[in-house]
């Protein structure tokens, strides 16, 4: 007789400890976790947006720093032209893209449209990593090193969110 109450107390008590244990303890956790997670996901884009922020101002001197004015004289003046209409839409798409990383980081991260800005934003950063390979014979490796490490940092910036969910993806299939 005394087994069986032992056994049945034994049973309440764990029943409401697990109880306790996945409502009092389990869900403010998750609760934090969770927002944690998003919270990182915006950390990563503003970091992002900060290094984006960084290399528009590298380059805005771009022209006086190379010598563009004698060193791209050689250049068929269509060429010289090309060189610099490049410098200056990366210098505004360097723009836009830390401004959008920072001041409308909700935005980036939660919408669809946001996220393929993103990828576009991540791809751009992997595209001048390869780039560093394909097409510069740096003499000094640390250079080089230095730069591939300042572009990682934004594209993985820019990739955390991509392979986040969260609750606040506005869903765009019933429009």
């Not at 998003?38 to 010598?67: N, Q, R």
């Not at 939660?110 to 576009?120: C, D, E, Q, S």
């Amino acid at each position: 007789m005394i087994v069986p109450f032992f056994y049945t107390s034994c049973r309440l008590i764990l029943a409401s400890c697990r109880f306790y244990f996945r409502s009092v303890i389990m869900k403010p956790i998750f609760v934090v976790k969770f927002k944690l997670k998003i919270m990182k996901s915006t950390t990563s884009v503003k970091i992002a947006g900060g290094f984006s922020f960084f290399f528009f101002l590298f380059h805005i001197p771009f022209y006086w720093m190379f010598d563009w004015k004698h060193n791209l004289s050689c250049l068929s003046p269509e060429n010289w032209a090309i060189m610099m209409c490049f410098n200056i839409i990366t210098i505004v798409l360097l723009l836009f893209m830390s401004y959008a990383s920072l001041l409308q980081t909700a935005e980036m991260v939660h919408t669809r449209l946001g996220k393929t800005f993103l990828l576009f934003s991540a791809w751009f950063y992997f595209f001048r990593i390869t780039a560093e390979f394909l097409f510069f014979d740096a003499p000094d490796p640390i250079v080089s090193t230095s730069i591939i490490t300042l572009c990682l940092i934004p594209a993985l910036g820019y990739s955390i969110p991509l392979f986040q969910r969260s609750p606040k993806d506005k869903d765009l299939s019933s429009l």
